[in-house]
């Protein structure tokens, strides 16, 4: 098992760790906010009953106030019946003035079919200081036309009177205290109400007749909002139906408390802020530790350039020393390569961890020399095709640090291939810069590997650092600010992968 597939299976256990502990949490969470929930409904239910039976005593006020209504009613009307019983001589005179004694609270005012006022003893139940004062009965005759119509009395042929009568001070003390009840039963239900959004309409839910601070009145200001909010309420709770007289029926519309639905989203809210700082934690450490690795790395190709610059520079002597004993110049030539490639590799491990200096470069002329020299190091059955545009491409690299990206990938081919197969390097003229495609017939990379491969660690290898392919995505990118990738692959049929460098 590699470095790579370790740190990956490490990466999956954490997280399904960190996914059981939020499952944990979001259960426990949403368990509380619905206890939390069932206790409100339970609160809002027993409001909502507490509501009902108020209206209830409301409308039994009511009833008891209309028949309290038309019982004086018929008083007036007995009133008027004895009047005119009184005025014919016809009836049991004791009943007619009995009738007429205890009328004590209601108040009539008698008078001809004109509407004129035919004595002072025509009223009864006024204010009794100002019952002779003229001005003040026509005041009071005009009130009780707008209240009740007329009594209408025959008292002989052809001659009418009209009895008018208005509520007495009992009732209208009576009907106060009702309408102070109704008045206060609204408030109840507008401000009591546990602290949710409330709204109070008429029977045909058009009309708000009161709501709470809870309901702002911008979203129910058209009739179009007032429909849509009154359906959001309705969806929630059934809305309570309250009947404060016969055949007139309100409403009353709530909501979850503001509490409620905060706590209903409090668990995604916690999470995404433990998220986000978890995110910024792994953010930096990830920022630290890829320093601490570039710190390694760096030191460690120092260190090998210093460590490779005493032998080299033995074999160059070597070399020297066999030439003048007339050794195969064949030999020592091909000697002498060897021992310039590794002067090569100790300057490319001298440049890790500087800024390397780009020089305006032939393209075509690097791959050539790179691919000319790899052919004489790997086995036979590697067949190298290389197709290079007709006119030289420049652009800006550094030749060793260039050289050794084309050498990795071209020699990880290989190893993909088992040393058989072949390889292809393709070098086009782009208007961004110079594409570099370098593919293979080997065992391939499935897609969900195309971007693991350039992870440090990552090998197929038995024995490896995975560390190739990490180092040329560094200095194709970091150095030389171009790109690399896999173009494609297919599995058992190949790989291509793709390197763009700037012009300028």
Same mark, same amino acid.
């Given at each position: ?119 002072? @003893? ?136 503001? /509490? ?12 995404? +802020? ?21 710190? +390694? ?73 790179? +691919? ?36 990795? /990938?071209?020699?990880?081919? +290989? ?10 390097? @393709? ?17 391939? /990379? ?59």
């Amino acid at each position: 098992m590699n470095i790579y597939t370790k740190k990956q299976r490490w990466k999956l256990v954490l997280a399904a760790i960190a996914f059981l502990i939020v499952i944990a949490s979001l259960w426990y969470t949403n368990s509380l906010v619905k206890q939390i929930r069932d206790d409100e409904k339970r609160k809002v239910k027993l409001w909502a009953k507490a509501v009902q039976k108020k209206a209830n005593l409301v409308k039994f006020t009511n009833d008891l106030f209309e028949q309290i209504k038309l019982e004086e009613r018929k008083k007036a009307e007995l009133y008027a019946e004895a009047t005119r019983q009184i005025s014919t001589g016809k009836g049991d005179v004791e009943f007619v003035l009995k009738v007429l004694q205890e009328n004590t609270t209601v108040p009539v005012i008698l008078t001809n079919e004109k509407d004129e006022i035919s004595s002072s @003893t025509a009223s009864r139940n006024l204010d009794t200081l100002r019952e002779k004062d003229t001005t003040y009965l026509r005041e009071q005759l005009r009130l009780m036309k707008k209240l009740y119509p007329p009594v209408e009395i025959e008292v002989y042929k052809g001659i009418r009177q009209r009895l008018y009568h208005k509520d007495s001070k009992v009732f209208t003390d009576i009907q106060l205290a009702f309408d102070s009840l109704t008045r206060s039963f609204i408030d109840e239900v507008a401000e009591n109400t546990a602290a949710v959004p409330v709204i109070y309409t008429d029977s045909t839910q058009t009309k708000v007749i009161h709501k709470n601070e809870k309901i702002q009145l911008s979203s129910i200001n058209t009739p179009e909002k007032l429909k849509e909010m009154l359906n959001d309420l309705a969806h929630q709770n059934e809305p309570i139906k309250i009947i404060l007289k016969e055949g007139e029926k309100h409403y009353i519309f709530y909501a979850e408390s503001e /509490i409620l639905t905060r706590l209903r989203w409090y668990p995604f809210v916690q999470f995404g +802020v433990i998220g986000f700082f978890l995110l910024i934690a792994y953010i930096l450490f990830s920022t630290a530790r890829k320093a601490e690795q570039d710190q +390694v790395w760096v030191g460690m190709s120092k260190e090998t350039a210093h460590q490779l610059g005493t032998p080299l520079s033995s074999l160059m002597a070597w070399n020297d020393h066999l030439r003048s004993m007339g050794v195969d110049e064949t030999i020592v030539n091909e000697m002498q390569r060897d021992v310039k490639r590794l002067n090569t590799i100790t300057d490319r491990f001298s440049k890790i961890g500087s800024q390397p200096e780009l020089t305006n470069e032939n393209v075509n002329e690097i791959i050539s020399n790179s +691919v000319e020299y790899l052919k004489s190091r790997t086995s036979k059955n590697v067949k190298y095709f290389i197709e290079l545009p007709n006119e030289p491409l420049y652009a800006q690299v550094c030749v060793p640090l260039f050289e050794w990206v084309i050498e990795n /990938i071209c020699k990880n081919a +290989v190893d993909a291939m088992s040393g058989k197969g072949e390889i292809y390097v @393709t070098v086009k003229d782009i208007p961004e810069g110079v594409n570099i495609d370098i593919r293979d017939t080997g065992k391939g /990379i499935p897609k969900s590997k195309f971007k693991t491969v350039f992870e440090p660690g990552f090998t197929t290898k038995q024995r490896g650092w995975g560390l190739g392919l990490s180092l040329c995505k560094r200095i194709i990118e970091n150095y030389h600010g171009g790109k690399i990738f896999v173009l494609n692959s297919e599995v058992n049929k190949g790989t291509t992968f793709r390197i763009t460098l700037r012009r300028f």
